[in-house]
T-cell receptor, first 113, second 116 residues
């Protein structure tokens, strides 16, 4: 089955710096890679996703890149703000409705002002 | 996205008892998923619940311990049976967007379970 590795487990940055979180996956059949943000005591929220026919996707300050050959994908947050502090999870699945997500172990991002 | 609710939001239970968690969605969805999130950990898939058929369980999870019902396209329950302190976790349901080729999934607010 699919296995998703995520690094680093913790990341501390200064406000305004960039943050990068990396994930690798094992199953070459996976073709859908979402990222979730989970604030303390709240549910995971989908913030961005990418499908395997795309190499990069941006949404304002966040972007995701995908390298299918190397089986890794990354989340990039630019101009970080204190409200970006949260746990971020990457996940992988096959892109069709009804396929469960396999999650990485999460990255705790702390943005200090 | 769908509006998802869970009941109860939290509970404290005694060892050996059972708790049934409800997940309600405001629109029809084909698949619902149940995840467990242990304190400070990631999300682990327990099972996939398909309406009208038996749930599909992941390795390490069995139907006798986590029976699931899916009576219709907007509702599912997960029961945590014969609980022990190791079952203390947040239990979350998620649903996929129905009706188009997508795998966007959205989570309910979770049920925080503490077993004494």
């Amino acid at each position: 089955g699919e296995n998703v590795e995520q690094h680093p487990s913790t990341l501390s940055v200064q406000e305004g710096d960039s943050a990068v979180i990396k994930c690798t996956y094992s199953d070459s059949a996976s073709n859908y890679f979402p990222w979730y943000k989970q604030e303390l005591g709240k549910r995971p929220q989908l913030i961005i996703d990418i499908r395997s026919n795309v190499g990069e996707k941006k949404d304002q300050r966040i972007a995701v890149t995908l390298n299918k050959t190397a089986k890794h994908f990354s989340l990039h947050i630019t101009e970080t703000q204190p409200e970006d502090s949260a746990v971020y999870f990457c996940a992988a699945s096959v892109y069709q409705a009804g396929t469960a997500l396999i999650f990485g172990k999460g990255t705790t991002l702390s943005v200090s002002s | 996205s769908a509006v998802i609710s869970q009941k109860p939001s939290r509970d404290i239970c005694q060892r050996g008892t059972s708790l049934t968690i409800q997940c309600q969605v405001d629109s029809q969805v084909t698949m619902m998923f149940w995840y467990r999130q242990q304190p400070g950990q990631s999300l682990t898939l327990i099972a996939t619940a398909n309406q009208g058929s038996e749930a599909t369980y992941e390795s390490g999870f069995v139907i006798d311990k986590f029976p699931i019902s899916r009576p219709n396209l907007t509702f599912s329950t997960l029961t945590v049976s014969n609980m022990s302190p190791e079952d203390s976790s947040i239990y979350l349901c998620s649903v996929g967007t129905s009706g188009r080729a997508t795998n966007e999934q959205f989570f309910g607010p979770g049920t925080r379970l503490t077993v004494l």
